[in-house]
Structures are given as structure tokens and as C-alpha cells.
């Protein structure tokens, strides 16, 4: 089975011909946020926020240090899923589990009070973003309902903890 943009997850990329770029991604998402987390302990706002963005990165980076065990029947004439992960492919796994608990933490501990439509924008971001991963781990498990759409909304909540984040380095730059 070729690769498919709705049924695997990013992570599978880093098994394909060009799986380097996929590494690369991650070790790069996981640098930057690594220094975005140092900034915003020097700014302050909060330092368990801070902590939990580090978190984050370095989660980024143990993803892109470690492979991703086949799934989905990718690479082709792979199972959909393995009876026995490799090191490699557990050490992926949970590296990403702490990258993806620590940012949706981290959208609750930055929902600043102060600001009822940050807050609102920030609680949401967490609970969508839990949501949406929660919904691609079932899928990635080959739960029948979310098996074929199991990239897709993996995309999803990645697109809302990025924004998310991205936006609250431009919140943190305007204050």
C-alpha cells in the first residue's frame, strides 16, 4: 500500500523513500520549539507553561531520534499493525504521547485569565487538540470507525496545537 495522506499518520513518512525529511521535520519542530520554550521562561508568563513547551520539544525530538513502527499497512506489505513494536518504534510512541499530553497542558496552563477571548481560544485549542489525538490513537489501533481517516485527523489536531502555539508566541511577542 502506497502511503496515504488520510489513513497514516506523520510519522509513517520517516519510513518512505525520502523517510529523512520526515526525521528531519521533527528534529527541527523540536529545536525551534526547544528555543520558543527557553523565551518564553525568560519572559515569564509562565514558568510550568514554559517547562510543559520544553516537554514538548523534546518530545519532538525523541519522535524524530526514533522510527515509527510500521501501521496501517504502511510501507507496503507491512501488517496493519505489528504483534511485537520494536524499541525504536515504542521509544517513537512514547516520546509523542508525552509531546502531545505536554502541549495540551500547556493550552490550559496558558489560558491567561486576564484575556476571555485568549482564554476561550486556549481551553478550546486543548480540548480539540486532546480530542483529535485521542480519535487518530483509535485510529492508529485500527478502531474500524476511524481506521481510513486516521492521518486526517491527525493533521487536524496538529494544525490546532501549531496554531496555537504560533499564536501564542505572536501574544507573547506584543506584550
Avoid at 521533527?26 to 520554550?37: K, Y
Avoid at 508525552?98 to 476561550?120: D, H, K, Q, R, Y
Avoid at 494544525?159 to 504560533?166: A, R, V
Wanted: contains cysteine; aromatic residues 12%.
Amino acid at each position: 500500500m502506497d502511503y496515504e495522506l488520510f489513513r497514516h499518520p506523520v510519522s509513517s513518512l520517516a519510513l518512505g523513500p525520502a523517510g529523512w525529511t520526515q526525521t528531519v521535520n521533527f528534529l527541527f519542530t523540536g529545536l525551534l520549539s526547544l528555543l520558543f520554550a527557553v523565551g518564553l521562561w525568560r519572559a515569564g508568563p509562565s514558568h510550568g507553561g514554559a517547562l510543559l513547551i520544553g516537554v514538548w520539544a523534546i518530545g519532538l525530538l525523541g519522535a524524530g531520534a526514533f522510527r515509527t513502527d510500521p501501521v496501517s499497512g504502511y510501507p507496503a506489505g507491512t501488517p496493519d499493525q505489528l504483534q511485537h513494536p520494536t524499541r525504536a518504534g515504542t521509544l517513537h510512541d512514547l516520546f509523542s504521547l508525552i509531546a502531545f499530553l505536554a502541549l495540551a497542558a500547556a493550552c490550559f496552563v496558558f489560558a491567561l485569565p486576564n484575556s476571555p477571548g485568549w482564554t476561550l481560544y486556549s481551553i478550546a485549542s486543548g480540548v480539540l487538540f486532546t480530542t483529535t489525538m485521542a480519535l487518530a490513537s483509535a485510529a492508529f489501533s485500527q478502531h474500524q470507525r476511524w481506521v481510513d481517516r486516521g492521518g486526517l485527523i491527525q493533521r487536524v489536531a496538529l494544525t490546532i496545537g501549531c496554531t496555537w502555539q504560533t499564536l501564542l508566541a505572536v501574544r507573547i511577542l506584543h506584550t
